[in-house]
């Protein structure tokens, strides 16, 4: 199991979550080349050790902790936090296109604030 990073965070990469993990499971951080062109920030799920740090230090609220707890409407970006890998182009692409396609699907979710998303984003 591993943690989740979602919508609010599309935009707002706020990286205080970086700043707190002692992994360092949480890419890309902003001195890594993808920083400025990745929608939102990925919990690679090998590496995350659960600790549950991350979560009161998004102040969108956009960290889940676990796939399984991930509401239904995030669910594709369970799969993007997974396939991001730093130094890999294919898998940044592969991961963000995901955004790209969530963000397409779920223009409802879109037009909230991302501080008010997460309590929109259901079970
Ligand atoms: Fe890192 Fe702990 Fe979150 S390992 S990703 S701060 S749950
Ligand atoms: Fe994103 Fe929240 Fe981290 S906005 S970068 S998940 S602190």
Not at 27 to 50: G, M, N, S, V, W
Not at 102 to 123: N, W, Y
């Amino acid at each position: 199991m591993a943690f989740v990073i979602t919508d609010p965070c599309i935009d707002t990469k706020d990286t205080a979550c970086v700043d707190v993990c002692p992994v360092d499971c949480i890419h890309p951080r902003k001195d890594e080349p993808e920083f400025a062109q990745a929608t939102i920030l990925y919990i690679h799920p090998d590496e995350c050790i659960d600790c549950g740090a991350c979560v009161p230090a998004c102040p969108v609220a956009a960290i889940y902790d676990a796939p399984d707890s991930t509401p239904a409407s995030q669910k594709t970006l369970v799969e993007a936090n997974a396939i991001f890998r730093t130094g890999d182009p294919d898998a940044v692409s592969r991961a963000e296109e995901i955004v790209k396609a969530h963000v397409a699907s779920h223009q409802d979710l879109m037009q909230i604030p991302a501080a008010e998303r997460a309590a929109a984003h259901g079970k």
